[in-house]
């Protein structure tokens, strides 16, 4: 891999070449990240741009050989955005694993998903947004998460624009149920705060879930109001590189019962379980209808 640094419109880039197959499209329009939108700030194919880690960045591509991540030096790609991305995993070694299924279905859903990377996000983050997420559709859960960064976050600005780091759990407890409420959080709105009054009366709650094993793991984000085995799939996948999680929810179990009708064994699929469900997804989305 090739790393470069320039300036484009006064703003700093990191250009990546020679990287392992990695798909900025695909890798946003899977479901697991609700921050960033495709953008048209630069004179890229494909670009999306977002709030992680408390920056505003936005990740390019011409090609899925290459990236360009924008508002960012070569040392904030080494130390923040290289395992954010998993551009630090083989995903060659997860693909033999899932390959060795051999089950034609999911061979397919890998080559036409090939450059999907699970986002190793915050853990907070993660679980709030999994709990908004809740019998809910991506537009809206995105709308719902902006409101609250735009209310409770950091203001960041970006060539002249405004962005918002995530609310703080301390942020949010302090605003109370009725302000998260009228958020249009509706029901989940309970939820929220339970989980920020679990975080701040158990300030090593999200060390011991990072440390416990997958099953206690769990059990322990399931004593939150609110979270349940898929939510809490999603948190451990998405919030604390847990690989082995396979979150499932409706539309996921349709899938299982359509592809793999005898069942499938996800401690076959060690930590590359949630990747096959990031496939399963993303290939029944746009060619299993």
């Known amino acids: 891999m090739k790393i470069t640094q320039g300036y484009e419109r006064g703003v700093p880039y990191v250009y990546l070449?020679?990287?392992?197959?990695?798909?900025?499209?695909?890798s946003f329009d899977c479901g697991q990240c609700f921050r960033f939108d495709p953008v048209s700030t630069f004179e890229r194919r494909f670009q999306v741009g977002g709030v992680a880690l408390g920056k505003y960045v936005i990740f390019a591509q011409d090609n899925e050989n290459e990236l360009y991540i924008y508002n960012a030096t070569r040392d904030d790609y080494l130390s923040l955005w290289e395992k954010y991305l998993s551009l630090d995993c083989d995903y060659e070694k997860k693909h033999k694993t899932l390959q060795s299924l051999k089950n034609e279905h999911l061979t397919k859903a890998i080559e036409l998903g090939?450059?999907?990377?699970?986002?190793?996000?915050?853990?907070?983050?993660?679980?709030?947004?999994?709990?908004?997420?809740?019998?809910?559709n991506i537009p809206r859960i995105k709308k719902i998460i902006s409101s609250l960064c735009q209310r409770y976050g950091r203001k960041i600005e970006f060539l002249g624009e405004a962005h918002y780091s995530f609310p703080t759990y301390n942020a949010l407890y302090e605003a109370g149920v009725d302000e998260i409420f009228a958020l249009k959080t509706g029901f989940r709105a309970k939820y929220i705060f339970d989980a920020c009054k679990t975080l701040l009366e158990n300030e090593d709650f999200l060390q011991r879930v990072s440390e416990a094993d997958f099953k206690c793991a769990e059990?322990?984000?399931?004593?939150?109001?609110?979270v349940g085995k898929k939510v809490a799939g999603c948190v451990l996948l998405f919030g604390f590189d847990r690989g082995e999680g396979f979150p499932v929810d409706v539309h996921i179990k349709r899938t299982l019962e359509k592809y793999f009708p005898?069942?499938?064994?996800?401690?076959?699929?060690?930590?590359?379980a949630g990747l096959c469900q990031q496939y399963l997804f993303y290939y029944e989305r746009y060619l299993g209808q």
């Open 114 to 136: 090939n450059g999907i990377r699970i986002l190793r996000q915050e853990p907070w983050e993660a679980l709030c947004s999994f709990i908004i997420s809740q019998n809910n």
């Open 262 to 272: 005898n069942g499938l064994d996800f401690s076959l699929l060690g930590d590359s």
């Open 17 to 26: 070449e020679e990287i392992p197959a990695f798909s900025v499209e695909k």
């Open 219 to 226: 059990e322990l984000l399931c004593t939150i109001k609110g």
